[in-house]
């Protein structure tokens, strides 16, 4: 995105779930135009402490880092350049509801840089628009060997010990499905439906089975007054009890509610 930032009256947003991942991706940027190119700037910060991120340039564009968490700040402004910082820890609606718009008011660029995270809203968003040959989309997969510094023999110790899911998805980058592992047959494209909708006040499971060997697993589930059952979603994962908790966390924060009764 650095590219973007030597044109003329340029808005350039750096957007994450949380400021630490926004710092990432802003100080590639900082080191390539600040550092490296030396560009004078109007203004400049990188305080990720308080969530102060800024380039402001004396040709009127200015790049700014920012968090979901501070929703009012996504508001009110056409963008030419959207970078989402992990984006598949955003919630989809950040996206759908106030950046998408942004970005459509200046008919701009949107950069996903992310892990994948199963299936999820930047699946059906980003990649399945560019597997179908959209021709405004764009995606690719990447090991984390494409980094010519990236530790081999790490690499080689994450293949022994991880299952081979996670190992696909945090290492090689890839979509991985942690879902349908008895029906071999599974294609979330043929024999899951995104037009249902659960009901707020449907009361929502949650379902754990701890499995520290092979992989935690957790359901989430909403049942109706007249007990039909929707699967909403699920996490298959082998990690320490403190990173499952985060990943509930996480699902339960995206879907917007919390959880009426866990088993």
């Not at 992990?86 to 996903?112: D, M, N, P, S």
Request: net charge positive.
């Amino acid at each position: 995105g650095s590219w973007m930032a030597m044109h003329p009256k340029k808005n350039i947003w750096l957007v994450g779930s949380e400021y630490d991942l926004v710092g990432k991706e802003f100080e590639y940027m900082w080191q390539d135009l600040i550092v490296t190119l030396k560009l004078p700037v109007v203004r400049k910060a990188r305080d990720p402490r308080n969530g102060n991120f800024l380039m402001e340039f004396p040709w009127g564009t200015k790049v700014e880092g920012k968090s979901e968490k501070v929703i009012n700040t996504l508001l009110g402004q056409g963008l030419d350049l959207l970078i989402l910082c992990e984006g598949a820890k955003l919630k989809k609606l950040t996206y759908t509801r106030f950046l998408r718009r942004a970005i459509a008011r200046r008919e701009g660029t949107v950069i996903c840089n992310t892990t994948p995270s199963g299936y999820n809203w930047v699946y059906d968003n980003f990649m399945i628009p560019a597997q179908n040959g959209h021709e405004l989309y764009w995606a690719g997969v990447y090991n984390v060997l494409s980094n010519p510094f990236y530790s081999r023999q790490e690499y080689g110790l994450a293949r022994e010990e991880l299952s081979k899911e996670i190992f696909q998805e945090q290492f090689q980058g890839k979509f991985v499905r942690f879902s349908g592992l008895v029906f071999n047959n599974f294609d979330r494209r043929i024999h899951c439906v995104d037009h249902i909708r659960l009901d707020d006040e449907w009361p929502l499971w949650m379902f754990i089975d701890l499995n520290h060997s092979k992989g935690h697993q957790v359901l989430f589930m909403g049942i109706s007054p007249w007990e039909q059952r929707l699967f909403v979603d699920e996490i298959f994962h082998k990690c320490d009890l403190k990173e499952l908790a985060a990943m509930i966390r996480q699902k339960v924060r995206m879907m917007g509610r919390h959880t009426n009764f866990c088993v």
